[in-house]
Every structure is written in structure tokens, then in C-alpha cells.
Nanobody, 128 residues
Framework: QVRLVESGGGSVQAGGSLRLSCAASGPTLRRSCMGWFRQAPGKEREGVGIAYTGGGNPRYAESVKGRFTISRDNGMNTLNLQMNNLKPEDTGIYYC?????????????????????WGQGTQVTVTS
């Protein structure tokens, strides 16, 4: 069974940085699409960014481009999310997700229905 465990959430002032990590274990797909979603209070989940474990450039939501960076450590089955210049609207629960490799090349990757595996989530709070 695939297991995704997030770590690194916390509280930070606007303009600050946080780094989230996701450790994947179990029969993970050698070639899969991993990424991050988030859910703000009272709002629907939204895609933050994705990365193909086989390589290539990550893809990001417009709202985080230039501020967030996804990196992979395939040897340790870890996906990281470096978040810089954080804004209060970045506040929410951040989820690590894993899906089929084809999701990463699709036009509409930011749908939560494409990801069958989810972590428990980690809270990120950005204060103004």
C-alpha cells in the first residue's frame, strides 16, 4: 500500500519561507506523477504543482509560479516543496499526492480526481 507522509508545515510571517517534504513508501510507481495540493479554510482543494518522478520540469499553478519550487530525491522517494515569499493567501492544509505518470503530461493536471493517493496533510499558516 502506498503511503505518503508530509512534514515541514508551520507558521510564518508574510514574506517568509517554509519547506515541505513528502516521504513516499510502499509499492510506489517507478514512474509516477507526484505533487502538492492545498486547501484553504472554506475553499476547495487546488493544485499547487506536480513533478514526474522520471525527470523533467515541474509544473506549477499560476498563483505560486516564481515563489514555490518542487524538487525530487528519487533515491529516497521524497518530494519537496520550497515555498518562498509566502503570502497570507497561501495559508491552508498542504497535501502530497501521487498518481499515474500520464497525469504529469496532461493539460488539466490540477484536478484532484487524477490522484489516487493522498497524504494526511500538513498545516501552513502565513500571518500578515
Amino acid at each position: 500500500q502506498v503511503r505518503l507522509v508530509e512534514s515541514g508545515g508551520g507558521s510564518v510571517q508574510a514574506g517568509g519561507s517554509l519547506r515541505l517534504s513528502c516521504a513516499a513508501s510502499g509499492p510506489t510507481l517507478r514512474r509516477s506523477c507526484m505533487g502538492w495540493f492545498r486547501q484553504a479554510p472554506g475553499k476547495e482543494r487546488e493544485g499547487v504543482g506536480i513533478a514526474y518522478t522520471g525527470g523533467g520540469n515541474p509544473r506549477y499553478a499560476e498563483s505560486v509560479k516564481g515563489r514555490f519550487t518542487i524538487s525530487r530525491d528519487n533515491g529516497m522517494n521524497t518530494l519537496n516543496l520550497q515555498m518562498n515569499n509566502l503570502k497570507p493567501e497561501d495559508t491552508g492544509i498542504y497535501y502530497c499526492v501521487l498518481g499515474q505518470s500520464t497525469v504529469c503530461s496532461g493539460a488539466s493536471w490540477a484536478s484532484e480526481t487524477y490522484f489516487g493517493h493522498w497524504g494526511q496533510g500538513t498545516q501552513v499558516t502565513v500571518t500578515s
